[in-house]
């Protein structure tokens, strides 16, 4: 196999160690490509890379990225629920209090963003779609019959 040309001081070897490091940060939500940004981790392609080739990797990514995406569900939820910049005080004396319509937008648009994110990256838990099946991922929809009386 040849090797990769990598920029210096990125590693392109897998150690338990940069992987342990991905997977916690997936875990808090975090994003492979921001992860790979930093110097002293491997490129993106290096990461999809390690994955094809190692099965325990891949689904150790698996499972931290389904517990980022909690961890964003709970970020929204944080988000929302912070009403500490809602209001700002105006006025000569200071004493008007009026809604802080920029705070309240900018909150809603950073809320609205990871709820679209989290439907496109696991719409089965996140997504608006309701699919009716006999109970098992691997049945198929419900079909309705009506029969006319005999």
């Not at 990769?4 to 342990?20: F, L, M, V, W």
């Not at 940004?37 to 999809?48: F, G, L, S």
Request: proline share 5%; charged share 35%; glycine share 6%.
């Amino acid at each position: 196999m040849a090797k990769e040309a990598k920029a210096p001081g990125r590693p392109s070897t897998y150690t338990d160690d940069i992987a342990a490091e991905i997977c916690e940060r997936l875990t808090k939500g975090e994003p492979l490509a921001a992860i790979c940004r930093d110097d002293h981790m491997p490129a993106y392609r290096t990461v999809y890379d390690w994955q094809k080739a190692n099965e325990t990797f891949s689904a150790n990514i698996a499972c931290a990225r389904e517990a980022g995406f909690d961890a964003i569900a709970v970020e929204c939820l944080n988000i929302a629920d912070d009403t500490s910049s809602d209001d700002k005080w105006g006025g000569e004396s200071g004493d008007v209090r009026t809604a802080n319509s920029e705070w309240i937008s900018r909150s809603k648009l950073r809320v609205e963003t990871r709820l679209k994110l989290l439907a496109k990256w696991d719409p089965k838990r996140y997504g608006d779609k309701v699919a009716l099946t006999g109970g098992d991922d691997g049945d198929k929809p419900l079909t309705v019959v009506i029969r006319k009386p005999e």
